[in-house]
């Protein structure tokens, strides 16, 4: 229908009426019953009935920046990215930024291996398998470094080496994304040895001031640990998507060389990704909770 503005002016204020009142029909419908064909979205910053009341609960997985940025989230091993930030990670896609997980080990030595008599290179191939079907669920293409997996022995400089890399490499603004050093769990100061040592090389490098930008996550909620930092409950859609990319990371095919070897190995984890929180610290704008070199 298309509504002139000449004529009576009485008869055209009425019509406006007519259509505002037709407007708040439909937003009121959409409120009662709502509208299931949609895709989930992100929710307002500034709206945290979602995610629980932990803290003052708001996205930020990112610094504040203008326009999208890349965002690099870096790990030790293939699954430390959807157990710490899928959710996240959900929400930086949604924002049209750049995202590039990068795996510095294949993570080969998981106890899982010998279980299965799966030797260290057919471990390696299958998670990278895992990780490549869990990230093609937010359509990202993770990237491998395939250092050594040797339980506790990734390189500091070899993995500072890759961030000044990427960093002098990318046009625009960046946000690097790693496991905590502050994290403590499973018996360990500051969990496991190699989620330490890639922290540390970013930590390194933020110190150094190539990095500028740089927000650790934890994982240490994941292991009956404490929970510290900025935590957010996941919502609907994230949750949703960070069981797909668990149950990727589960999925058994032994004639295409899947094993399900992430979800096997950290079951504890896994299963507390549906209630537990993901939380986070921004170094950039806390830079005491870093540890020293």
């Known amino acids: ?57 708001e996205r930020t997985s990112t610094p504040t920046l203008a326009g999208p940025v890349t965002v690099f989230w870096v790990v030790a091993h293939p699954d430390d990215e959807t157990i710490s930030s899928a959710g996240a990670m959900y929400e930086s896609v949604e924002a049209g930024n750049r995202d590039v997980v990068i795996s510095v080990t294949d993570g080969e030595t998981s106890g899982v291996g010998p279980q299965l008599r799966l030797s260290l290179k057919q471990v390696a191939a299958a998670r990278d398998k895992e990780a490549i079907a869990a990230l093609a669920v937010i359509g990202i293409v993770p990237v491998f470094l395939h250092e050594p997996d040797t ?116 079951g504890m984890m896994w299963r507390k990704t549906p209630t537990e929180p993901e939380c986070h610290e921004n170094v950039e704008l806390h830079p005491g909770i870093a540890l020293a070199p």
């Open 151 to 266: 339980g506790g022995g990734v390189q500091l400089g070899f993995v500072e080496k890759e961030i000044v890399k990427l960093a002098s490499e990318t046009k625009g603004p960046v946000v690097f994304e790693g496991l905590s050093p502050n994290d403590a769990y499973a018996g360990l100061p500051h969990g496991h040895p190699d989620h330490y040592a890639v922290a540390r090389a970013l930590q390194a490098e933020f110190n150094k001031g190539v990095i500028h930008n740089l927000v650790f996550r934890n994982l240490s909620n994941f292991s009956n640990g404490k929970r510290y930092g900025t935590c957010e409950f996941l919502s609907a859609g994230e949750m949703k998507t960070k069981q797909a990319m668990r149950a990727a990371y589960a999925y058994v095919n032994v004639p295409i060389g899947r094993y399900g070897i992430a979800g096997k190995s950290v």
């Open 1 to 57: 229908m298309i509504w002139s503005c000449r004529g009576d002016p009485a008869e055209g204020e009425a019509r406006i009426r007519f259509a505002v009142r037709l407007a708040l029909g439909a937003m009121l419908a959409l409120a009662a019953f709502g509208c299931p064909g949609l895709r989930p979205t992100a929710t307002p910053p500034t709206t945290a009935s979602t995610r629980g009341p932990i803290q003052k609960l």
